[in-house]
C-alpha cells in the first residue's frame, strides 16, 4: 500500500501535458519568434542599445510563452503584463535601492510584488523574475534607477503585447480573451443550462478550491458543459438526425403564392414550409412567423383580416404588397446533415428559439425536417432504452 502511494505520489512531480495538435504547437512557436524578434528590432530603434541587456530582459522570454502559448489564460492578458510587470520592476528597484543585503532585497522584492499583483488584479508570473532583474541585474540595471520601469520594461512589456494582440487574432485565436457578460437580475438561464451546474455552483466550488487557476472562469464552465454534451452523446448513442426526422416533408418554391402556402400550413397543421429550388436544394424557410411579421400584426385586433389581405393577390402587374414565399422567407436557414448527432440540435432547438431544423444531404438537398416535437421523442424513447442497453 505505502508503495502504491509513493509510486502515486512520484507520478505527480510529472505533469500532465495540454493535448495541442502540431498546427497549435507551432502557431505558439512562430508567435514568440515574431514577438521576442520584433520587440528586440523596435526596442533597438527606440532606445538606441547595441546591446542585448538593453534592448531585451530576460523575463520576456517568459511572458512570450503565455502570450503565445496560452493566450487565453487569465495570466496573459494585457492588464496582468503590463500591470504586473510595472508594479514589479517599481518594487524590484525600489527594495534594491533601500536594501544593501542582495538576498534580504530579492526576497522582499518578490514578496511585495505578489503581494501587489494580488491586489491590483494583474498576476503575471514572469513579472516575479522582472523583480528579481532590478535587485540583481547589476551595476548597469542599478545606475537606472527608477527609469529602469519605463525602459527597457516599459517598452519591451507594450512591444510584445501589441504584437501578441495582432498574432493571435491573425491566426484565429481571441485576444484579449474578454470575459463574457453574466446575466442579471432575474434573467432565466438559457434552457440548456437549467438542467445543468449554475453560475452559483461553480462559483461555490472555485470559492472552496481557493486556488488561482489558469483558466478563465467562463471558459471552464463552456468546457464543463461541452464535457457534459459530449457524456450525453455516449449515453444516447450516435443517433443521428436520419433516424428521427420526418421524411414526408411539405415543401414550396419561390415562385409559390401566399395563399397556397398559408392554405398547405393550414391543412397539414405544421409552422414552416422549406422553400426549395428545382434541384430540390433549401433556399430558405417561411414559418407562421414570416406571415404575421409581413401582416403587420402589432395587435390581435383585426387579426384575420390582416393575413387575408396579406395573401389576397393584387390585380394588376405593380404593387408593393408581397405575393409570393420568396418575399417573405427567411433566407438565412439553420440546417443539420442526416449523419449529425441529435444531441448537436439540442441548443439549437431550445436556446436559439428554432423549431424546425431542415435535414440536408452533402449537395443541400433535402432529406427531411427534424421539429422540437422530434428531439423530445427521440431523447425520452433513448432514456426509456438505458437500463436494456446496460443490462
Same mark, same amino acid.
Given at each position: 500500500?505505502r ?7 512520484l ?8 493535448r ?6 507551432l502557431?505558439?512557436?512562430c508567435?514568440a519568434?515574431?514577438g ?6 523596435v526596442?533597438h ?7 542585448a ?17 496560452l493566450?487565453?489564460?487569465p ?7 503590463i500591470g504586473?510587470?510595472a508594479v514589479?520592476?517599481?518594487?524590484g528597484?525600489?527594495?534594491g535601492l ?15 510584488a ?8 494583474c ?11 532590478a ?6 540595471i542599478?545606475?537606472?534607477g527608477f ?14 503585447l501589441?504584437?501578441a ?5 491573425i ?6 480573451h ?15 443550462n ?16 481557493n ?6 472562469r ?5 468546457l464543463?458543459?461541452q464535457?457534459e454534451m459530449r457524456?450525453y452523446?455516449?449515453?444516447f448513442?450516435?443517433l ?9 416533408v411539405?415543401?414550396?418554391?419561390f415562385?409559390?403564392?401566399l395563399?397556397?402556402a ?14 426549395? #429550388?428545382r434541384? &430540390? @436544394?433549401?433556399? !430558405?424557410i +417561411? =414559418? $407562421?412567423a *414570416?406571415?404575421?411579421?409581413d401582416?403587420?400584426m402589432q ?16 390585380p394588376?402587374?405593380h404593387?408593393?404588397?408581397?405575393e409570393?414565399?420568396g418575399q417573405?422567407?427567411?433566407k438565412?436557414?439553420?440546417?443539420a446533415?442526416?449523419g ?8 439549437l432547438l431550445?436556446d ?6 431542415p435535414v440536408? #444531404?452533402?449537395? &443541400? @438537398?433535402?432529406c !427531411?425536417? +427534424? =421539429? $422540437?416535437? *422530434?428531439?423530445v ?15
Amino acid at each position: 500500500m505505502r508503495h502504491l502511494e509513493l509510486t502515486r505520489w512520484l507520478r505527480s512531480f510529472v505533469s500532465i501535458q495540454t493535448r495541442v495538435n502540431r498546427t497549435e504547437r507551432l502557431r505558439a512557436c512562430c508567435g514568440a519568434l515574431s514577438g521576442i524578434l520584433i520587440t528586440g528590432l523596435v526596442a533597438h530603434l527606440m532606445l538606441g542599445s547595441a546591446s542585448a541587456a538593453g534592448l531585451l530582459i530576460a523575463p520576456m522570454g517568459a511572458s512570450a510563452v503565455l502570450l503565445f502559448a496560452l493566450p487565453s489564460s487569465p495570466l496573459a492578458q494585457p492588464w496582468s503584463i503590463i500591470g504586473g510587470n510595472a508594479v514589479s520592476a517599481t518594487i524590484g528597484v525600489a527594495c534594491g535601492l533601500l536594501i544593501s543585503d542582495p538576498a534580504w532585497a530579492a526576497a522582499l522584492a518578490i514578496t511585495l510584488a505578489i503581494a501587489a499583483m494580488f491586489a491590483l488584479g494583474c498576476v503575471h508570473p514572469p513579472s516575479g523574475a522582472v523583480a528579481l532583474t532590478a535587485v540583481l541585474g547589476g551595476p548597469a540595471i542599478h545606475a537606472q534607477g527608477f527609469y529602469f520601469v519605463l525602459a527597457p520594461v516599459g517598452v519591451n512589456s507594450l512591444l510584445l503585447l501589441l504584437v501578441a494582440i495582432a498574432y493571435n487574432n491573425i491566426t484565429l485565436r481571441r485576444y484579449p480573451h474578454a470575459v463574457l457578460p453574466r446575466a442579471q437580475g432575474n434573467s432565466d438561464a438559457l434552457p440548456t443550462n437549467r438542467s445543468s451546474f449554475t453560475a452559483a455552483d461553480l462559483d461555490q466550488v472555485l470559492s472552496q478550491v481557493n486556488e488561482v487557476l489558469d483558466i478563465n472562469r467562463d471558459d471552464l464552465a463552456n468546457l464543463l458543459r461541452q464535457t457534459e454534451m459530449r457524456a450525453y452523446q455516449r449515453r444516447f448513442g450516435e443517433l443521428s438526425c436520419a433516424d428521427i426526422m420526418s421524411r414526408d416533408v411539405v415543401t414550396v418554391e419561390f415562385g409559390t403564392p401566399l395563399k397556397q402556402a398559408w392554405a398547405l400550413l393550414r391543412q397539414h397543421r405544421i409552422k414552416a414550409l422549406p422553400v426549395l #429550388d428545382r434541384a &430540390r @436544394r433549401v433556399t !430558405g424557410i +417561411v =414559418t $407562421q412567423a *414570416d406571415f404575421f411579421r409581413d401582416a403587420d400584426m402589432q395587435s390581435h385586433v383585426g387579426l384575420g383580416e390582416k393575413l387575408r389581405n396579406l395573401i389576397r393577390r393584387i390585380p394588376g402587374t405593380h404593387t408593393n404588397q408581397p405575393e409570393v414565399v420568396g418575399q417573405i422567407m427567411s433566407k438565412n436557414v439553420r440546417s443539420a446533415g442526416a449523419g449529425q448527432p441529435i444531441v448537436e440540435l439540442v441548443p439549437l432547438l431550445s436556446d436559439s428559439g428554432l423549431h424546425h431544423i431542415p435535414v440536408i #444531404d452533402d449537395e &443541400r @438537398r433535402l432529406c !427531411g425536417m +427534424v =421539429t $422540437q416535437s *422530434d428531439l423530445v421523442a427521440a431523447l425520452y424513447q433513448g432514456r426509456l432504452d438505458q437500463p436494456a442497453a446496460r443490462a
